[in-house]
Nanobody, 117 residues
Framework: VQLVESGGGLVQPGGSLRLTCAASESSASIYVMGWYRQGPGNQRELVAAEDGGGTRNYRTSVTGRFTISRDNAKNTIYLHMNSLKPDDTAVYYC????????????WGQGTQVTVSS
């Protein structure tokens, strides 16, 4: 399974971005898809995930600001990020797994999100 992210960039605090992750195939291998991030000096952490049944999980610090959505027909997930803060600055990775949210089997290459004035 190949995952390709897009949509990162530089945005001012309070701004918005939408990330997109497209999977190369539709299968049970990508039942769980999610977004993860790794900021400078930090470990990679879960941001949000959604399974094929529509159950979503969010990191507490992004609840109410970020929304994950999924288009199963396109094997694609999105991360809508609003009210961005400098602390959201990180490389954002897409991950997919047959059932795990944490430490998924498949990873994208990552896309940089920088929140700065």
């Amino acid at each position: 399974v190949q995952l390709v992210e897009s949509g990162g960039g530089l945005v001012q605090p309070g701004g918005s971005l939408r990330l997109t992750c497209a999977a190369s195939e539709s299968s049970a291998s990508i039942y769980v898809m999610g977004w993860y991030r790794q900021g400078p000096g930090n470990q990679r952490e879960l941001v949000a995930a959604e399974d094929g049944g529509g159950t979503r999980n969010y990191r507490t610090s992004v609840t109410g600001r970020f929304t994950i959505s999924r288009d199963n027909a396109k094997n694609t997930i999105y991360l809508h990020m609003n009210s961005l803060k400098p602390d959201d600055t990180a490389v954002y990775y897409c991950g997919a797994d047959p059932k795990r949210i944490r430490d998924p089997s498949y990873w994208g290459q990552g896309t940089q999100v920088t929140v700065s004035s």
